[in-house]
């Protein structure tokens, strides 16, 4: 068991308890640089989602299912939702789909702040990608293992195999 | 420049989000799926007939300039395709709120369905070929969710192997993609298609349509791609099963319809002679597969091999009345097809079988369902007055006009065949003394499982008698086909 | 034009209402099925000649075409006629216990479809409803489908008939784009132009086995007496007076095209010529009353075949004559054994003797149709007896074809009176049911079939003037003198041949038990048309066991097979296409390769071959990082931070996933090599190469500029607002792939937990 001998290693859990911090904070730093930088959400989403591998590996489901502490099937609908709005909306306006808008606004302690609809469908990707990987590590992580043997050639073969 | 040509698109992917929204609210999810099945068919009609009326319908995501955006492009046989999609995706909804089990209907199979129908209705709508790549993954992914819904032994098994076979089509498709892209430098399809005429022959672009032809072959269960398509329909739940049969094969076979009237056709005494050759072999096997089965829903998932045959016959015989032929069959197919499948499930939900071994003789207990299983039979086979018949004669009269001889009589032999298979069904599952079990459901219930197919079947009926306007249809639809120069002016002209 | 589109129209429409109207009127459904049948023949007799088009899928040539002439009148006449009279006869024969609304539903179709092949003025309108009289009839075969015989015969028909059917059409297709239109008219204008095409030839023998199925002529003709195992109004009906001449129809109407085609006259005026010679000596073998009556009608078309075959106007004129004729007094003779058949239990002829005691009408009425079929004077059958044999003797075949064409009337002869004396008189035998006489109603139709077989016999003039006459014109579609059908034209050569017959045929009959034997013993028993029917379609199955042998060949189940021949098959066409056109590598114009870049290279190759070879999961997974990390390297390399660091991140969360799932699988299991691997191994070769060889393509064989490329670069900061070009494109300017590309992972994510949620709750004994 990979993991159980991996879940009891202290020194496993130190670093990955506080290389977690560290992590999500450069998630949403690639995250909304990504339009100007090397990133994006597909990217930062990838990385919440390693973060959350090796939480669970770490310390189990239950830790993390802690990290977005929102049902998996939630996180995927609304970040679709998001990303689709920006598909969606302009249409309804009158432009083309998907035709995204852009300013700048002042903000009273960031000073003037360029906005993009596009950062809109990024954080909807972001969204989706840790939904993702978190229903799928959450629900492997909660399957029981059953562990079978090796099997003979002919055995696979009759599984794998059905003639009409 | 209007955006109607991606609603159709946008509905579907905007049904499958609010249900994944809603995925704890079952009977919400139904309503949206019947609201919004209905809905696709008034947009997709609308669609249509603006492009009958103003021609072919271009937008591009983001309004970016062509060919650098992703440009969405419906011609008449999109539109015709699309229509398709909504009809059959709203019978299959109203059979689906009566034969699909409690728990799979629960775990976001509502969400999943509309995914596939986004995917589908994209791969119709769309001009970029990287974007038909993209259409062809949401819904090979949803398809096999879908496949493997109750997550059963013999469905996780024949679904691995729909899985990895078109898994391997699509790497296919990526090289195939950047092959054209590294000759052509673009991803627009009319775009593409522009520069192939510029250069008419190029061998370079002939390599690049082989492998598209494997890939959409592949897609399309076209021999001797179609090792997985038997198997796996057979197993996929009888809800749904209507609607693989019926629309995802002929994505492959729109694809194949698509690139080898409009990008690959510079180069058709090989291409198009090869269709032809495969579109043969793929009739013939498929039905020597359907005669040798014993089991309702085994036969019915071969004849889609050896109909799909029919479809690129036209393609390969590449006139106008053999694509206006093929156009009419895919229409054709569409609507029994699922009718048929729809009627096995109808059956087997009396039964609980679908193998002859274990019932025989519901015609005297189950009149209703056994007519309209003989009437979408013989449609299928090809029987006048029905569509099927205008459909094979606009392909068997193609045929003969261009001396196609051996083709003709192939389609002639496989018309043989068809009827035997069908009449097998009728006879073993219908006719007989009446044996096996019987679930007993009350009268109602079986009206609704009963009525999806009758709608189907009154399409295939008003298919056959108004079968001028139809070929009309279908003539017009070739005619655009024929001359790539119209797509292309549609698109790259402004 | 509105009878002859009612007529067509209105027993249609009224097929449907039966099923319904059978849950209020019960038995008294065949009432209502005697009115439409009535008004059906009442619309008959008021359709003047006509002809009309209404367009329908003008596009292919289909229209709705109507065209009513003397000949489609004879035809309308029997069926419409011959339909009134079977229905009242089928409703005491049915009684109220059968499905009556399904069996009057299926009747009137046919009714209508038989009227719409009559009357139609297109080639493929006649199609179209020329494989609904195939569909109905395989209903009506098929209405006792509990009993295998009714299956087999069923299938039987519809295969032979179907079959027919295709290859007409496919002579169809031909005829109409040789001819340029489907009509009728069209055709027969464009005649001489037509037969000077190669193509008609093709044309016309496939037309030619359309009605030869349809027409039961040999070797086709096996379907039908296998076709009685329907109930006998339908035998009467359909196989007897009318579906089965649909077949002739077709020849009358392609006669005036077609008679003086090279091939006509050999191939029509022969198989008519053995089909009459084999039913009538394979008629005389049969006990089952039915089977003797089914192959009498094979023997019978065959001769109505034959005299159109011979292509000159007066056997023409014999063939519409006797083919009114025989309708006649074959429903005649089938409504009689229907009778026998209901009032004793059996059809067997041994065991039905001296009848006529117990059902002195019925032997009556028998004993006409019979004698009428044999040719005895005073009925009708004899004038078109005569006329058969005048115009044989007169043919190119001559003295041949006489001296056949009696010997076949001898066997009909010798079956007549076993229809007509042998079970009605001697001593009455045993049989199930207590013979007697049969109800009223039931006999009136037979005996309205008597009178005008009398009537006509006696009065022939009446018949050539009002239906025969007009017929041969229509046929004919050229003035033509003709003598008159008369009861006697004095002593004739064909008046010596039909004493022959029927004198030879009296003989035989003394001695009956000697010559049936004599009959069987040349007649083979094993080898037939029947053992090859059932060999291949029923008992051994042949055709379907072929398929499954071919189909199992492919269709193997196993996964790695199917991607050997979709990999093999892919590169094949590909190479192949390569070697066709000539293709070649174009030079590449490639930046040099650094040394960090061949040792990644080599990293990445070794961990490659690793992989293979790995013999455990972890060894696997382990190889498989040194294929991806070196990738990223290359890629930070190459200046795409991007793609490296997405490379990185999915790589790490990759093993990650590995390591949750390993311990739900099994070991790698290692099968030992066999020949097949040499040929995965070389397919496996072929598909890398294929690999190679497009990226080589795609650098070497641009043709046009990178203008796609060029204009993101250019436009990604001013039109998509970012610097990140990869970002915007994949956002913005492609943004609509990514939206398809994130639904692909949501469905993902959905169906890991759809697969192993669904699975549990399986295990949980569907405990949700």
């Known amino acids: ?164 | 420049m209007s955006n109607l040509v991606a609603y159709p698109v946008l509905l579907c992917f905007g049904t499958g989000i609010l249900q994944l929204l809603l995925h704890k609210r079952v009977v919400l999810q139904r309503a949206l799926a019947l609201l919004s099945s209905m809905a696709g068919i008034v947009l997709s009609v609308l669609l249509t007939y603006t492009i009958w009326t103003s021609g072919i319908q271009v937008q591009t995501a983001g309004g970016w300039p062509v060919p650098f955006g992703i440009t969405l492009t419906a011609d008449l046989f999109s539109g015709l395709m699309m229509i398709l999609a909504a009809v059959v995706l709203f019978t299959s909804v109203l059979y689906i709120f009566k034969d699909m089990d409690a728990a799979s209907e629960r775990t976001f199979f509502y969400p999943v369905l509309f995914f596939m129908m986004a995917g589908v209705n994209l791969s119709f709508a769309t001009g970029d070929i990287f974007n038909l790549y993209v259409a062809f993954e949401v819904m090979l992914i949803s398809s096999y969710f879908l496949m493997a819904l109750g997550s059963k032994g013999p469905q996780l098994r024949e679904g691995l192997k729909y899985l990895l076979l078109n898994t391997v089509a699509s790497s296919i498709f990526l090289v195939a993609v950047a092959l054209l892209y590294g000759v052509t430098s673009s991803l627009n399809m009319a775009d593409i298609a522009a520069k192939a005429a510029m250069d008419p022959g190029n061998p370079y672009i002939t390599l690049a349509g082989m492998l598209f032809m494997v890939v959409f072959a592949a897609k399309g269960a076209l021999f001797p791609f179609y090792w997985w398509l038997p198997r796996s329909y057979y197993y996929v739940p009888n809800g749904i099963a209507p609607l693989f049969a019926s629309m995802l094969t002929k994505v492959g076979v729109y694809g194949l319809i698509r690139v080898f009237t409009l990008i690959f056709v510079h180069d058709s005494g090989l291409t198009h002679s090869l269709l032809l050759v495969i579109g043969g072999l793929t009739m013939l096997l498929g039905v020597i597969g359907a005669i040798s089965q014993y089991d309702f829903k085994a036969i019915l998932s071969y004849h889609i091999i050896s109909q799909i045959g029919y479809m690129i016959m036209g393609l390969g015989l590449y006139t106008v009345l053999g694509l206006a032929g093929a156009v009419y069959y895919i229409a054709h197919h569409i609507i029994v097809k699922s009718g048929l499948f729809l009627l096995s499930g109808a059956t087997s939900r009396i039964t609980g079988n679908t193998d002859f071994k274990h019932y025989s003789g519901l015609l005297a207990s189950h009149p209703g369902l056994a007519f309209t299983f003989f009437a979408t039979a013989i449609s299928l086979a090809g029987v006048p007055p029905f569509s099927g018949f205008f459909a094979k004669f606009a392909l068997l009269k193609a045929a003969v006009e261009k001396g196609a001889w051996g083709i003709a009589a192939v389609s002639l032999v496989v018309s043989f065949f068809t009827l035997f298979s069908m009449i097998k069904i009728f006879r073993k599952a219908y006719w007989g003394r009446p044996s096996g079990q019987r679930i007993q459901r009350d009268r109602k219930d079986y009206i609704a499982a009963l009525s999806p197919a009758v709608i189907l079947l009154a399409l295939s009926v008003a298919m056959g008698l108004g079968g001028g306007y139809m070929m009309e249809f279908a003539l017009a639809t070739a005619d655009q086909l024929m001359n790539p120069a119209i797509y292309i002016e549609a698109v790259m002209g402004r | 034009m509105e009878q002859a589109l009612g007529a067509v129209a209105l027993p249609l429409v009224a097929a449907f209402l039966m099923p319904v109207l059978y849950r209020w009127l019960r038995w008294r459904l065949g009432l209502a099925a005697l009115a439409v049948a009535a008004a059906t023949f009442i619309l008959v007799i008021l359709t003047p000649n006509m002809s009309l088009v209404i367009p329908w899928v003008s596009q292919l040539g289909i229209d709705l075409s109507i065209h009513v002439d003397g000949w489609s009148r004879l035809f309308a006449l029997l069926i419409a006629g011959i339909g009134t009279l079977v229905v009242l006869y089928s409703i005491p024969y049915l009684g109220s216990r059968e499905d009556l609304g399904k069996f009057y539903a299926y009747l009137l179709i046919f009714m209508g479809a038989m009227l719409g092949v009559v009357y139609a003025g297109n080639v493929m309108l006649l199609y179209v409803f020329w494989e609904l009289t195939s569909i109905s009839s395989f209903l009506l075969i098929g209405f006792w489908n509990t009993r295998d015989d009714a299956q087999y015969g069923a299938l039987k028909a519809i295969l032979i008939t179907f079959g027919g059917g295709l290859a007409m059409l496919g002579g169809l297709a031909i005829l109409g784009t040789v001819g340029g239109t489907f009509e009728l008219s069209g055709l027969l204008a464009n005649r001489t132009e037509l037969l000077a095409q190669p193509l008609t030839t093709v044309a016309l023998v496939l037309l030619l086995i359309g009605a030869f199925t349809k027409s039961a002529q040999f070797p086709f003709h096996i379907w039908l007496p296998d076709a009685m195992a329907a109930p006998t109004p339908v035998s009467a009906y359909l196989h007897s007076a009318t579906m089965v001449k649909a077949g002739l129809f077709l020849i009358g109407r392609l006669w005036p095209i077609f008679h003086v085609h090279p091939l006509w006259v050999p191939v029509v005026a022969t198989v008519g010529m053995v089909t009459m010679v084999v039913g009538s000596f394979l008629a005389i073998q049969k006990t089952d009353l039915k089977a003797v009556l089914a192959l009498s009608t094979v023997s019978q078309l065959g001769l109505i075949m034959w005299l159109f075959g011979l292509a000159t106007p007066e056997a023409a004129q014999a063939g519409t004559f006797h083919l009114l004729n025989h309708s006649t007094f074959k429903a005649l003779l089938f409504m009689v054994v229907g009778i026998v058949d209901h009032q004793t239990g059996t059809r067997e002829i041994p065991l039905l003797s001296g009848l006529r005691r117990a059902m002195p009408v019925s032997a009556a009425l028998a004993m006409v149709g019979a004698a009428s079929m044999a040719g005895v004077p005073l009925l009708n059958g004899f004038l078109s007896k005569e006329m058969f044999l005048t115009a044989v003797n007169n043919s190119s075949m001559g003295l041949a074809g006489a001296v056949v064409a009696t010997g076949a009337s001898l066997f009909t002869t010798l079956y007549c009176l076993m229809l007509g004396h042998k079970i009605w008189f001697g001593e009455p035998g045993e049989t199930p049911d207590e013979p007697k006489e049969g109800s009223r109603t039931i006999l009136v139709p037979p005996l309205i079939l008597a009178v005008i077989i009398v009537a006509v016999g006696v009065f022939p003039a009446l018949a050539e003037s009002a239906v025969v006459g007009p017929a041969v014109a229509a046929v004919l579609q050229a003035p033509a003198e003709l003598p008159h059908i008369a009861l006697w034209h004095g002593f004739t050569p064909a008046l010596l041949m039909t004493a022959l017959a029927l004198g030879g045929g009296l003989l035989a009959y003394t001695a009956l038990p000697g010559v049936l034997a004599a009959c069987r013993r040349v007649t083979p028993q094993r080898y037939h048309l029947n053992a090859l029917y059932d060999f291949l379609w029923w008992k051994n199955q042949a055709v379907e066991k072929a398929a499954k042998w071919i189909t199992n060949r492919q269709m193997t189940g196993y996964l790695r097979d199917y991607l050997v021949y979709t990999l093999g098959a892919t590169a094949l066409l590909f190479f192949g296409t390569m070697l066709v056109k000539g293709v070649r590598i174009p030079a590449l114009n490639l930046s040099p390769v650094g040394p960090w870049e061949f040792l990644l290279a080599a990293i990445i190759a070794v961990g490659a071959v690793f992989t293979a070879r790995a013999r455990t999961r972890l060894a696997a997974i382990a190889s498989i990082s040194l294929v991806g990390m070196p990738l990223s390297v290359l890629f930070g390399l190459l200046r795409a931070p991007d793609l490296a660091l997405t490379q990185v991140v999915v790589e790490s969360v990759t093993v990650v996933l590995f390591l949750l799932v390993f311990p739900h699988l099994r070991q790698i299991t290692l099968y030992p090599r066999r020949r097949s691997t040499n040929v995965n191994v070389l397919v496996a070769l072929a598909v890398g190469a294929l690999g190679t060889v497009v990226t080589l393509l795609a650098n070497g064989a641009r043709l046009f500029p990178p203008q796609v490329a060029e204009w993101f670069l250019r436009n990604s900061m001013e039109l998509g607002g970012g610097n990140n070009v990869v970002n915007v494109i994949l956002v913005d300017f492609r943004g609509f792939d990514t939206m398809g590309e994130i639904t692909v992972l949501t469905v993902a994510g959905l169906a890991v937990y759809m697969l192993i949620r669904l699975r549990k709750q399986q295990a949980g004994g569907g405990k949700s």
């Open chain 1, 1 to 164: 068991m990979v993991r159980a001998r991996i879940e009891q290693n202290p020194i496993v859990r130190v670093v990955v308890h506080t290389s977690l911090y560290g992590l999500k904070l450069v998630a949403i730093w690639i995250l909304l640089r990504g339009h100007h930088e090397p990133g994006g959400g597909f990217i930062a989403g990838l990385l919440i989602a390693a973060a959350i591998a090796m939480q669970g590996v770490a310390f189990g489901a239950d830790a993390a299912q802690a990290i977005f502490p929102i049902p998996p099937a939630y996180l995927l609908g609304s970040g679709l939702l998001l990303s689709f709005s920006t598909v969606l909306g302009p249409a309804l306006m009158g432009r083309a789909f998907m035709e995204h808008s852009a300013g700048v606004i002042g903000l009273p302690l960031f000073g003037d702040v360029v906005w993009s609809t596009a950062v809109l469908f990024d954080i909807g990707v972001f969204l989706v990608v840790v939904g993702t990987m978190k229903t799928v590590l959450l629900t492997i992580a909660s399957d029981r293992v059953q562990v079978r043997p090796a099997q003979g050639e002919q055995d696979t073969s009759d599984s794998e195999r059905e003639v009409s």
